[in-house]
């Protein structure tokens, strides 16, 4: 099909669907509609071949189950217990002591050039994927095609993300309609999405390819390089712990992942933290969903904000955390847990 007849058919389908008086939101016409500007967008915007683009569109799915699950993510509907009982699980933690004892140099290395401590990076792997185990199954092209057609509150972000997903097949040679990934339409092991691909992976390996699906050494190296890039600093710090009453952490627990205050404001109005602690960093006391304990309070600081970048969930970075802790307190137990 030519551009021409893409824009005319575009037009016919739009002034076929504005005379339709009682169409659902998502109607087959809407839906047809927003896969052309997809299509014509592609070609005429980014100078995808015309072939190429209408050979993957003739076989892309629309998968309704989709917007069902994103509209439903754990982060929403689950207390910190329920999320917290997904991951810090035996079976993860022993995959994760495995991953660790199997990995150690490259963990190393990773900590090292890029500054983010092992216990992160086990952390994010084992929460994203049980350690690469977990990758998806969708079609990542699919996922994308349906979330950015059919799903309005996040359709740009999905369409760009589906345009950087034909960009990265083009500089990564892959198989387009092969990817697989998360319903969202996260790929390989660290479950990086099409832009944070191509912005953020690198090549751990030096073999000229990022391959997240199948080498370590990008996978971790990539991880610690998103982080880095995202403000990752090792000398502040990742989250504190402290005693407040009720009513004052009442007042200021936060969801938010946008931190109102640093670690001078708190202690200024009596929250009682580690004097040690960078004065200047940001901090949060952190509210989760069903908390039971009403005396420790969680504290983010600097770092965990940076964790929430990978995720935007202040309960993602807190299971990251638990979990990273959890296997590095197997792999090198401390002195008070040996006698
Ligand atoms: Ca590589």
New binding site residues.
């Given amino acids: 099909m030519s551009l021409k007849q893409f824009k005319m058919l575009t037009l016919i389908l739009f002034i076929f669907s504005s005379l339709l008086t009682e169409g659902s939101e998502n109607s087959a016409q809407e839906l047809t509609i927003a896969k052309y500007e997809i299509m014509n967008e592609l070609i005429r915007d980014h100078g995808f071949d015309e072939h190429y683009v209408n050979n993957i569109f003739d076989q892309v799915e629309f998968l309704p189950e989709l917007i069902e699950s994103i509209s439903r993510p754990a982060e929403k509907t689950k207390s910190w217990q329920e999320y917290r009982g997904i991951f810090l699980t035996p079976k993860r933690i022993a995959a994760g002591v495995l991953f660790a004892n199997q990995h150690k140099e490259l963990l190393d290395r990773v900590e090292e050039e890029l500054g983010v401590p092992k216990k992160v990076l086990l952390g994010i792997l084992g929460v994203e994927t049980s350690f690469g185990k977990i990758q998806g199954r969708y079609e990542v092209i699919n996922s994308l095609y349906t979330l950015a057609v059919g799903y309005p509150p996040r359709s740009k972000f999905f369409k760009e993300e589906l345009i950087n997903l034909f960009y990265l097949s083009r500089e990564q040679d892959f198989s387009i309609s092969n990817i697989k990934g998360s319903y969202a339409g996260a790929m390989g092991a660290p479950q990086f999405i099409a832009s944070s691909y191509r912005n953020y992976a690198i090549?751990?390996?030096?073999?000229?390819?990022?391959?997240l699906f199948n080498?370590w050494?990008?996978v971790l190296m990539s991880i610690g390089n998103y982080l880095n890039r995202n403000g990752w600093d090792p000398t502040k710090d990742i989250m504190s712990k402290t005693n407040i009453d009720i009513s004052l952490k009442e007042k200021l627990a936060s969801k938010t992942i946008k931190p109102k205050s640093n670690v001078g404001d708190l202690v200024a109005i009596g929250v009682p933290l580690d004097s040690k602690l960078d004065q200047t960093q940001k901090a949060q006391i952190i509210y989760l969903e069903g908390e039971q304990s009403e005396n420790i309070s969680v504290v983010g600081l600097h770092n965990f904000y940076v964790i929430t970048t990978y995720n935007r969930n202040v309960m993602y970075a807190l299971a990251v955390l638990e979990l990273g802790e959890s296997i590095e307190g197997i792999i090198s137990p401390s002195y008070e847990d040996l006698f």
């Fill in positions: 090549d751990g390996n030096s073999d000229g390819k990022i391959d080498s050494d990008d």
